[in-house]
């Protein structure tokens, strides 16, 4: 007899601390979700802040305006590639007539 009662103790027991477990999972999850979905509404916010935020506009045009300048450049040397050859073998005889 005395052992059915120290296993009704334990098992007592155990069931008490799995509920105080389970509450404070509960709690936990709770609180999380809250959490996310106070991150969720302010999102909108956040994004048209981070939109209108222009600082990185600048540098966002000096790069369009760095890719144009090479794309015309390699334009220019494709078109006059026989000019540009024949410049360049009258510098190097030039210089190795020195």
Same mark, same amino acid.
């Given at each position: 007899? $005395? /052992?059915?009662?120290?296993?009704?103790?334990?098992?007592? #027991?155990l *069931?008490?601390?799995?509920?105080?477990?389970?509450?404070?999972? =509960?709690? &936990?999850? =709770?609180? =999380?979700?809250?959490?996310? *979905?106070? $991150?969720? #509404?302010?999102?909108?916010?956040?994004?048209?802040? =981070?939109?209108?935020?222009?600082? /990185?506009?600048? #540098?966002?045009? *000096?790069?369009?305006? &760095? /890719?144009?300048?090479? &794309?015309?450049?390699?334009?220019?040397? &494709?078109?006059?590639r026989?000019?540009?050859?024949?410049l360049?073998?009258?510098?190097?005889?030039?210089i190795?007539?020195?």
């Open positions: 007899m $005395q /052992g059915w009662k120290s296993v009704h103790e334990w098992s007592k #027991t *069931y008490q601390k799995v509920q105080w477990c389970n509450a404070k999972s =509960r709690s &936990v999850i =709770r609180e =999380r979700v809250i959490k996310s *979905y106070m $991150q969720i #509404t302010e999102w909108p916010g956040y994004a048209k802040e =981070r939109l209108s935020d222009a600082k /990185g506009q600048g #540098t966002t045009e *000096y790069a369009i305006l &760095v /890719g144009v300048l090479v &794309v015309i450049a390699i334009i220019a040397v &494709v078109a006059f026989d000019k540009l050859q024949a360049w073998e009258s510098i190097t005889s030039g190795n007539s020195l």
